[in-house]
């Protein structure tokens, strides 16, 4: 079974920024449409990026465009999300899985929390 391990959450003031880290235990990363997805206290799960099998197209949620970058290295078999301008909206546990079509494929890890507070 694929773990999809997340890191490098933790508080940050408003305006502030955070690199978060994804590996991806299997063999064949660089085949995987990858993406990070949040949820909120009391909120549906969202998602905030994707990036493709090679790293050339990624797409990203309205309320994050311009702020964050996704990124992946797959001789590493890992996916980043740089998330800068950070606001007390960001606040959630930050998720990265595979995604197929529309959907999240696989099992959720145990996500990484954000908190933006000053």
């Known amino acids: 079974q694929v773990q999809f391990v997340e890191s490098g959450g933790g508080l940050v003031q408003p305006g502030g920024s955070l690199s978060l880290s994804c590996g991806v235990s299997?063999?064949?990363?660089?085949?995987?449409?990858m993406g990070w997805y949040r949820q909120a206290p009391g909120k549906q799960r969202e998602r905030v990026a994707t990036i493709s099998e090679s790293g050339r197209v990624t797409n990203y949620a309205d309320s994050v465009k311009g702020r964050f970058t996704i990124s992946r290295d797959n001789a590493k078999n890992t996916v980043y999300l740089q998330m800068n301008s950070l606001k007390p909206e960001d606040t959630a546990v930050y998720y990265c899985?595979?995604?197929?079509?529309?959907?999240?494929?696989?099992?959720w890890g145990q996500g990484t929390q954000v908190t933006v507070s000053s």
């Open positions: 899985i595979r995604v197929q079509g529309t959907a999240a494929f696989g099992s």
């Open positions: 299997t063999s064949i990363f660089s085949r995987y449409v």
